[in-house]
């Protein structure tokens, strides 16, 4: 008989998430029998209810803000570029009833930037903000695009400074404040500020002439960063539903052995905006 497989994501806030509608486009689209909900689920009370997720049932789960380092910690085993990033946004179950941990954040966002909007990223002077799980997710493959240079500006900049040296001092960490005066091709918004339209106080003039602005976060009104942007005169300024459709897809290959189309899927959920 073909049983319907239990899939979830986890995290708070939750509830304006895409990825239930996305996995079920993909499942649709792929003849793949499965269900995927939204689930509230603080850091608090992760551990317990992941545990509980996967002895009712469940075969596969996503964790979003703020539960990526913990799921990180959760997984019994983890695939190279998530024991790299020390965060996880995708947890398997396998057949031996371990749980594996992955990473399809970095992936996500280069697909997005390469395949569908064109964007490169070597030789260009490259700023994140924020150094949390999403940073830790994206650091390495875009490093590994070879930009110029790489800075981490967050608002604790200790745990900007403490991120450059687990990765060897491979880009540089900073405050807001001591961007004054520097230059970028690419700023990435990896700070959850979006999430409450709000804005890390970023000084003005960051971007360089066709420099391109691009939040993580993402909403069907453009959000306070893409907003932002937009006022700075940036070539473009995008939002993370690419990203999102992008790692979606990662994780359902990870769980189902199938690519989806992504193209179709981020078509119609533009469409629905
Ligand atoms: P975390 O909770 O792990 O980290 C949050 C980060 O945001 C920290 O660096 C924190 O700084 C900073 N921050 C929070 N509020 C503010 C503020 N008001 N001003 C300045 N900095 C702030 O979250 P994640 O890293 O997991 O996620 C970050 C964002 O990326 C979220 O919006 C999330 O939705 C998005 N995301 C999107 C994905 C996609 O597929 N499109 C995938 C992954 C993430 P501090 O250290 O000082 O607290």
């Not at 981490?152 to 540089?172: D, G």
Request: some cysteine; aromatic content about 8%.
């Amino acid at each position: 008989m073909n049983t319907i497989n239990h899939y979830a994501v986890f995290g708070s806030p939750i509830s304006h998430s895409k990825s239930p509608r996305i996995h079920q486009l993909f499942a649709m689209q792929t003849h793949q029998n499965l269900d995927y909900i939204a689930q509230e689920v603080t850091a608090n009370n992760f551990i317990s209810t992941v545990e509980n997720f996967f002895k009712k049932g469940g075969v596969g789960l996503n964790c979003t803000v703020p539960l990526k380092e913990l799921a990180w910690q959760f997984a019994n085993k983890k695939t190279e570029r998530a024991e790299f990033a020390k965060a996880v946004n995708t947890l398997a179950l396998q057949s031996d009833g371990t749980i594996l941990g992955d990473n399809t954040d970095g992936i996500g966002l280069v697909n997005d930037l390469v395949f569908n909007h064109d964007i490169e990223l070597k030789n260009k002077r490259i700023l994140i903000l924020g150094a949390g799980g999403a940073t830790r997710g994206i650091l390495s493959p875009l490093l590994e695009q070879q930009p110029d240079y790489l800075i981490v500006a967050n608002r604790s900049v200790e745990k900007a400074a403490a991120l450059a040296i687990e990765f060897n001092n491979k880009f540089t960490s900073c405050s807001f404040d001591a961007l004054s005066g520097e230059k970028f091709d690419l700023i990435f918004n990896a700070t959850s500020a979006s999430l409450n339209d709000e804005l890390p106080p970023l000084p003005p003039n960051l971007l360089t002439e066709n420099g391109i602005c691009y939040d993580l976060a993402y909403g069907n009104l453009p959000t306070a960063f893409v907003r932002w942007g937009t006022s700075q005169n940036a070539r473009k300024s995008l939002d993370g539903l690419g990203m999102l459709v992008e790692q979606a897809a990662e994780a359902f290959k990870l769980w189902r052995g199938i690519q989806p189309n992504t193209k179709s899927v981020i078509e119609l959920l533009n469409s629905e905006r």
